[in-house]
Each structure stands twice: as C-alpha cells, then as structure tokens.
C-alpha cells in the first residue's frame, strides 16, 4: 500500500499555487494523493505567515494535526510555507509533533524530505528564498474550470507594515513564454477561467525586460483560444499605466475588474507605509479607469490604525470610501509585524481603536454594496457556475465581477433542469441579500 498524502493550504493564492507545485512532485514520486488530510498518513500544513490573525489560523491547524499524530490517526506532520520561512527554529520548538519544518527555498525537495521523515528522521530545510521554482507541473486544487497564473514571485515595495519581502525575497518575474506555455497547459486541462496573481502583478517584466509587461503578457493570454474569462488581481496605483487600461478595455476576455489595494487615502499616512500617491491622485487615477474601462468592477483593501493616524485621517479615509463607493473592499486593522519599520513607529493606536475603525468602513461599505446589489436587480447577468447548495435547493456561480473566494456569488433556481459547474449561463436577478444575488436562469 502507498504512502498517503494530504496537503492543505493556508493563506494566498499565491501560497496555493506553491502547494499545487509540491503535490505534483510528491505525485509523480508515487504517492498516494489524498483531498482530506486528516485521513493521510503524511499531513503537510503550508503555512501562511502575513499578519498576525494569518498567523494564528495556521498554529491552530498545526495543533489540530499534532493531536490527530497523538491520537495515532496520522503518522507524519510537515509544516511548509511562510510561517515555516519566517520562524523556522521558533516553529519547530512550538510544535514538537512536527517531523519536518520547511522553508519555502526548499519546496522543490519536498519529496526527499518525506522519504526521511518516512525512515525516521527529523527535517529542518531553509533554502535560499530565490530558489523557490518559478515553473514546474502542478496538481490543481481549485475547481476544475479556474485556476491562478502566478506570473512573479517577491516583492520589492517594501511598505513599511509588510513581511513579504522578507518572507518571499526580492521581486522576480517568470519569463513570458514559460507563462504562456503553462497557461495552454491548465486550458488543454479544461480552465476556462485564468486569475493572473503576483505579489504586484503591475510590476510584471521590469527586472526581466527593462518595463513593464502585463499589458503584452495579457493579449497574449487572449490569444489561447478556449479561455473565457481573464482576471488580473493585486495592481499597485502607481504602476496602472494608460497602456495597461487600454488593453483591458479592448480585449474582450479580459474581465472589466481590477483589484487596487490602496491601502489608506491620506498622504501622510501613506508616505509612512512607504507608498506613493494621495487622495488627490488616487481620486485622479479612479477617475481615469472608470472613464477609459467603462463598467469596471473595482476592489480595494484598506488599513486602519496604522501608527500615528488621527481621527481627522480616520475621518478622510471614511469620506473617501463614501465618495468613491468601491464595488469590492475588504478592511483590516493595523498588524505590527516583527522586523518591520512600522511595528517600531511611535503612536501605535490601541487594538479596539482599530479595530472599531475597521468596522465602521466595513459598516459603510455594506451599505454601499447593498445599493448596489438592489440595482442590479431584474438585470441578465453572465456567470460561471460553481456548484449546487443542497440547503437552499438551488445552484450558484459567480459573475465576471466577483473573484472566487472573496466576493459575492448568485444563488439562482433552473426551472428543474440540471446543470454542470464550469458552464457560462445568464441569470436574471431577482433578489439580493447583502453581498449576494438572487436569480432565476434565462432560457
């Protein structure tokens, strides 16, 4: 009988595409590849290491494996990914259960790694950060119709509340064509949906090729004839060029959304993160992508509480969000990071300011996103469909303005007739409730 091995997969997308590249590799050695890793007798937990409420999510698993181990339900624990880089010595001391603690620069060796916890040894592995394979087979773990293209890896923003670089290293792009070939290779696979990620995808091709790529790497993917649906997320202000709008306001399967992590509005605030721009650029730039990709779903992420912020910044960052009414956006307070300068900047706020500053935007925005929604009632709306909710009798799907995961989705009934996840179906809307819709299918 072979060895069983499950995996799960913490944090990112960007973590999630690492951890299909490691079960292609443990596959191809022979391995038993299981989807519940609590029935494996090798459970690999690959670990998010970003912010503190991540970061507690992922010892959390940890110890429900370590018990699982004690109870004799599984053999072997291996902890992989961010926290595992970050803490290394401080994560295998935490969890003695663990058989293997692996730094990302050695994720291509995942197999070896479970061979010595199989005969017995104890496994720590660092390797360098810029040896983590850019390329490589992939076992998919995300519905069978989408799936992500992570076309750099690193980062080098370096704003000041942030670990990635330290985690991940220094910026680096994929070269194009291996892109592309890896793109035809997840469609002859049946991926209709392509979500182009990185840590900032706007930076794509600069260490490569002296510029900025995505606009060229985007026709391109247009190019692949049995793809649908384009998605580019993580697109930093400052790098969103007039070239970049152009090409998604042309090529029809690019889908007209765009993921714009600003962060804050206030430009004191944001020279302290150690981002560029202010409220009136920012005001200047949406302006500008509503009018040249007209329709365009926007999503936003925002801090509050970073250290220093007044209540008068506070103030202008809730006027902004009610002003721009984002279509998407997601809120959080402030996490001090170790090793990071803002964790060592005076005037850290307290944790219930912050958070009660989170909830407000998050309060405003569900208003908004309520108003929104109701417009769209007894429109025909296209979506992909995802599955069917046995509790609510009905199937459900997402639009080309909802991301999987993290935004809404459209509960719709089909008249009886049976339906396949993976078809693209319009759907009048009936209803809403909060972030998502209700719908009816259009013959």
């Given at each position: 009988?072979s060895?069983?091995?499950?995996l799960?997969?913490?944090?990112?997308?960007?973590?999630?595409?690492?951890?299909?590249r490691?079960?292609?590799?443990?596959?191809?050695?022979?391995?038993?590849?299981v989807?519940d890793?609590?029935l494996a007798?090798?459970?690999?937990?690959?670990?998010c290491g970003f912010i503190?409420?991540?970061?507690?999510e992922?010892?959390?698993?940890?110890?429900?494996?370590?018990?699982?181990?004690n109870e004799?339900r599984i053999?072997?624990i291996?902890?992989?990914g961010?926290?595992a880089e970050r803490y290394?010595?401080?994560?295998?001391?935490?969890?003695?259960?663990?058989?293997?603690?692996v730094g990302?620069g050695?994720?291509d060796?995942i197999v070896?790694v479970?061979?010595?916890?199989?005969a017995?040894?104890a496994?720590?592995?660092?390797?360098?950060k810029?040896?983590?394979?850019l390329?490589?087979?992939?076992?998919?773990?995300?519905l069978?119709?989408?799936?992500?293209?992570k076309?750099a890896e690193?980062?080098?923003?370096?704003c000041?509340?942030c670990?990635i670089?330290s985690?991940?290293?220094?910026?680096r792009?994929v070269?194009m064509?291996?892109l592309?070939?890896?793109?035809k290779?997840?469609?002859?696979?049946?991926?209709?949906?392509?979500?182009v990620?990185a840590q900032?995808?706007?930076?794509y091709?600069i260490?490569?090729?002296?510029?900025?790529k995505?606009p060229?790497l985007?026709?391109k993917?247009c190019g692949?004839?049995e793809l649908?649906?384009?998605?580019?997320?993580?697109c930093?202000p400052e790098r969103?060029t007039d070239e970049?709008l152009?090409?998604?306001?042309?090529?029809?399967?690019?889908v007209k959304y765009?993921d714009?992590?600003i962060?804050?509005?206030d430009g004191?605030?944001?020279?302290?993160m150690?981002?560029?721009?202010d409220?009136?650029?920012?005001?200047?730039?949406?302006k500008k992508?509503?009018?040249?990709?007209?329709g365009?779903?926007?999503?936003?992420t925002?801090?509050t509480?970073?250290?220093?912020?007044t209540e008068?910044?506070?103030?202008?960052l809730?006027e902004?969000v009610?002003?721009i009414?984002?279509?998407?956006l997601g809120?959080f307070a402030?996490?001090?990071?170790?090793?990071t300068p803002?964790?060592?900047?005076?005037?850290?706020?307290e944790?219930d300011v912050?958070e009660?500053r989170a909830?407000?935007?998050?309060?405003?925005?569900?208003?908004?996103?309520v108003?929104k929604?109701?417009?769209l009632?007894?429109?025909?709306?296209?979506i992909?469909?995802?599955?069917?909710?046995r509790?609510?009798d009905?199937?459900?799907g997402r639009?080309?303005a909802d991301?999987?995961?993290?935004?809404?989705?459209?509960f719709?009934t089909?008249g009886?007739k049976?339906?396949v996840p993976?078809?693209?179906?319009?759907?009048k809307?009936?209803d809403?409730?909060d972030?998502?819709l209700?719908?009816e299918?259009?013959?």
């Amino acid at each position: 009988m072979s060895v069983r091995v499950g995996l799960v997969s913490l944090g990112c997308t960007k973590n999630q595409v690492d951890a299909e590249r490691m079960l292609y590799k443990i596959r191809e050695a022979g391995y038993q590849l299981v989807s519940d890793a609590a029935l494996a007798d090798i459970a690999i937990i690959n670990t998010c290491g970003f912010i503190e409420s991540a970061k507690q999510e992922a010892i959390e698993t940890i110890f429900e494996f370590a018990a699982l181990k004690n109870e004799g339900r599984i053999k072997k624990i291996v902890i992989t990914g961010c926290l595992a880089e970050r803490y290394r010595q401080e994560v295998a001391e935490l969890i003695p259960e663990a058989d293997a603690v692996v730094g990302i620069g050695c994720n291509d060796d995942i197999v070896s790694v479970l061979e010595k916890i199989m005969a017995g040894e104890a496994v720590q592995a660092y390797g360098e950060k810029e040896k983590l394979s850019l390329t490589g087979g992939r076992v998919q773990t995300t519905l069978s119709f989408t799936s992500y293209l992570k076309i750099a890896e690193g980062c080098g923003n370096c704003c000041s509340y942030c670990a990635i670089p330290s985690i991940r290293g220094k910026f680096r792009s994929v070269p194009m064509e291996k892109l592309l070939d890896e793109a035809k290779e997840l469609v002859l696979g049946g991926v209709r949906e392509l979500i182009v990620i990185a840590q900032d995808t706007t930076r794509y091709g600069i260490d490569l090729y002296g510029e900025y790529k995505l606009p060229e790497l985007l026709k391109k993917l247009c190019g692949i004839e049995e793809l649908k649906w384009i998605r580019v997320l993580y697109c930093y202000p400052e790098r969103v060029t007039d070239e970049l709008l152009d090409v998604m306001a042309s090529e029809e399967k690019i889908v007209k959304y765009m993921d714009l992590p600003i962060q804050h509005c206030d430009g004191e605030i944001l020279k302290k993160m150690n981002r560029s721009g202010d409220e009136a650029s920012l005001r200047a730039l949406i302006k500008k992508i509503r009018e040249k990709v007209p329709g365009i779903t926007l999503r936003t992420t925002l801090i509050t509480g970073f250290p220093g912020e007044t209540e008068e910044q506070f103030g202008r960052l809730a006027e902004f969000v009610e002003d721009i009414k984002f279509d998407r956006l997601g809120c959080f307070a402030f996490s001090p990071e170790e090793g990071t300068p803002a964790a060592e900047m005076e005037d850290q706020l307290e944790e219930d300011v912050k958070e009660r500053r989170a909830e407000v935007i998050m309060d405003q925005q569900m208003i908004i996103a309520v108003k929104k929604n109701k417009a769209l009632v007894g429109e025909t709306i296209e979506i992909v469909i995802e599955g069917f909710d046995r509790y609510g009798d009905c199937y459900f799907g997402r639009s080309a303005a909802d991301a999987p995961e993290i935004d809404g989705k459209i509960f719709f009934t089909s008249g009886g007739k049976r339906q396949v996840p993976g078809k693209f179906v319009k759907v009048k809307i009936t209803d809403m409730l909060d972030y998502d819709l209700i719908g009816e299918l259009e013959e």
